[in-house]
């Protein structure tokens, strides 16, 4: 018997909306012949970003979105992005393919991407390559509201509000492509450059450091150590964002039953990732003021064949939505200490919510999941337990074995919110829904992802795969619910006064 029991008066705490926030990085076609194709292109655009991109986008809700790396950001000098277009520099992106940027969207064009698509821009600085005083430059270009050179400049380029980015990332993976730092000295790089960013006109900035690569509990531990004692710098960290990439097994569209579970399984192990970090942080910030953010996350499949290598280019399928699916149930139970998480990436790399061919373009199975979770955004996530049976699997030699539902809940004023995951590859699974507290449900509807468990959408056939909805039999304290093989629910339930 598989049973989700949920307590509406047991709250862990608000779901931050970023939890549900993207990463887009200046790599292979993400950026360019992505979200953007320039103002002269025939594709149908609002100042050179595809229209038909930016309504997609609007349906999935992305709260924040971490630009411009990865990788990419600790080379990126924010001064070749501003001004007129025509002038800036032509660059070499030496993580990826070594291909011309040309810096045709820079920090104004990506402000304006945020807005048209409704979410916060959240911008990398450069700790690797660059200097506390590019950094600080750019905070000011960005956010001051006086009368200086640098806002001067600003409105000049066509704003003259301030673009009030509020999140600041304090480099990229500085354990690697950031400059290969040791935690400590990485440490004291943060210590540095946090001295010299201000939020000007009493602006509070969110200020996000690099942390632990995967579920490295010792980088965790050895910079908050570095930091701890000295009061000033501690007290400047906001954000603490670890990075995990729970790879693939057999290829973005070519698996196995096995390497369903596999990948799913290895996604999974995103809760050890929370529940580690945030135990080792509890041990410095008992008070949990420094948020757990995971800022690049998701799955890496071997790249389309025929596609550059360089340009992480993947396809995305029913097993990609389960992976998405079950990680943002987990960041939804630790509501209480995941701030923001951001899905790498928004398209055409790795994986993606939407992919584009020309002027074709399509939502991926892990956008729908975007889509349908939605509604957990700003909810109270409250207490659900799961029991549930498992499914046994093979991993080489070994033999694994995984519960076959996940979920999780959330409430606004009487609606609760529940997703749940049926991880079963060829089975339906029958879910006992338990209301505690004295909750009652009054009525229910539905969406639900699911298919064979290779389904994807193609430009042949752009909507093989999307969520259906239907009515949910949801009446009293206790209900059932079939959930069909490989499939995602998101289900609307209207508790009774
Ligand atoms: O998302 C692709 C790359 O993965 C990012 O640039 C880097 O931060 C990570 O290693």
Redesign the pocket.
Known sequence: MTTISINPLDGIGTIHPNIYGH?A?H?GRCIYDGIWVGEDSPIANTGGFRNDLIAALRKLKPPVIRWP????ADDYHWQDGIGGREQRPRRINI?WGEVIETNQVGTQEFVQFCRLVGAEPYFCGNIGSGSPREIRDWVEYCNFPGDSTWARMRAAHGSPAPLNVTYWGVG??NW??GGNFSPEDYGTEFRRTASFLRGFGGKQLYLIACGSPGNDVEWTNRFFRKLNKDYWAFNHIHGYAC?Y?CGTAGSATEYTTDQWYQLIGQGLQMEALVLQQRAAMDAYDPQRRIGLIVD?WGTWHPVEKGTNPAF?YQQNTLRDALVAATSLDIFNRHADKVVMANI??TIN??QAMILTQGEQMLVTPTGYVYEMYAPHQGGKAVRAVVESETVTFKRGEKEENLPILAGSASLKEKTLFVTLTNIHATEACEVTVNLLGGASAQAGQARILSGEIHAHNTFEKPEALTPQSGALQAVGSSFKVNLPPASVMAAEIQLGA
């Open positions: 990463f990085e790599l790396g990865g990788c990419f993580h990229n993976e690697g492509c990075h990439y690049e992480l790498a990436q790399v790795l």
